[in-house]
């Protein structure tokens, strides 16, 4: 920034104390890496580094910063203003969103931002925006590189899942629910696929760059226009005495009058309660029943105590640990679905 013209990097190791590129051919490779290593950080911290020529008949890059694109007026934000950035730079609970929030807050703090305690009149208040879905992180990575992905994917009410070969134009969230919306190539049409719904690994293929969002595409209607109405079932579950105090908040005593049910309920242990409780979002309180540990037992319906199947044997393959033995009063695999705890 002391000079407005470019600087070759041979001048820049010239004038910048401790940037010497030395005498031989390996300290001159050195000087190199590190010069790139220090030019891309440059960029990725938002500090405008141009390249070019002073004269047109230099045949070697130059470099500079602008001083006036790179300095920024004061920031001075009101109460309201820091708490508002405060608490959108803490509300990703996955790590692919957290690191560039925490990073755009130590920027504006910089430039002399009160962010830092911005979250004061909000103690007691800490929301989390959720993206617990294994495939979040591969499909936002696709839709920022302008790949195309394909991937397992598995239908309401269907038991297996279907490939999908999807062009991905964004992922939003609708209804505390996370959406890809994207081309599907194989029906060659817009398509919006739920996230919990994705039954595999997500696989990126093609080029990067090749994928481009029509500039006619509103992701947002696109996404509540065709993503399902939430339908509303009753999970039938066996809860231990003492626990899943959360599950129990919104659940209700399974009716078990004198005339019987459609479905008799099969044996739960002794020292367990029968509840009900409402759900929409299969594979969210799957997940949900299998942070309880033993302590829950999935009765009905059966698409849910599958679910909770899969995911026990997902964690069982990837478990280096011996399978347990069953207690002697445990219920048969074939009644109900055991959760197990995430250790």
């Known amino acids: 920034m002391a000079t407005s013209r470019f600087l070759t990097v041979s001048q820049l ?3 910048v104390e401790g940037y010497e590129p030395g005498a031989t051919a390996e300290e001159q490779d050195a000087f190199r890496r590190m010069f790139e290593r220090d030019k891309a950080y440059l960029r990725e911290i938002g500090i405008p580094l141009e390249t070019g020529t002073d004269a047109a008949f230099a045949d070697e890059t130059g470099y500079r910063i602008r001083r006036g694109d790179y300095a920024l007026p004061d920031i001075e934000l009101e109460p309201g203003e820091a708490a508002a ?24 703090a910089a430039g002399g931002a009160a962010v830092g305690g911005g979250l004061g009149a909000l103690d ?13 992180e591969p499909c936002l990575a696709a839709v920022q590189t302008g790949r195309a992905i394909r991937f397992p994917y598995r239908k309401v009410g269907e038991a297996d899942a279907t490939d999908r070969h999807v ?29 919990s719904r994705v039954a595999g690994a997500v696989r990126l293929v093609g080029p990067a760059g090749a994928v481009r969002v029509p500039p006619d595409i509103n992701l947002s209607t696109m996404v509540s226009a065709q993503a399902p109405a939430d339908r509303e079932r009753t999970a039938t579950l066996a809860v231990r005495r003492g626990t899943g105090h959360a599950l129990r908040r919104g659940a209700r005593p399974a009716a078990r009058g004198c005339v019987p049910p459609a479905r008799p309920h099969p044996a739960v242990p002794a020292d367990m309660d029968l509840l009900e409780r409402e759900f929409s979002d299969t594979e969210r309180f799957a ?15 059966p698409e849910l105590r599958d679910a909770v199947v899969a995911r026990l044997r997902a964690a069982a393959a990837g478990s280096a640990a011996a399978p347990a033995q069953a207690p002697p009063d445990a219920v048969p695999p074939d009644a109900v679905a055991p959760a197990v705890g995430r250790r």
């Open 124 to 136: 007691g208040f800490e929301p989390r925006v959720e993206a617990a879905e294994p495939a979040f």
């Open 85 to 108: 950035l405060a608490l959108a730079g803490s509300l990703w609970s996955t790590t692919a969103l957290a690191g560039p929030a925490a990073s755009a807050l130590r920027k504006l």
């Open 13 to 15: 190791g010239d004038l």
């Open 287 to 301: 997940r949900w029943i299998v942070g309880s540990g033993p302590d829950v037992l999935v009765v009905d319906p």
């Open 167 to 195: 062009e991905p134009w964004g992922v939003l969230s609708w209804r505390g629910r996370w959406y890809l919306a994207g081309h599907d190539l194989v029906r060659a049409a817009p398509r919006v696929f739920r996230l």
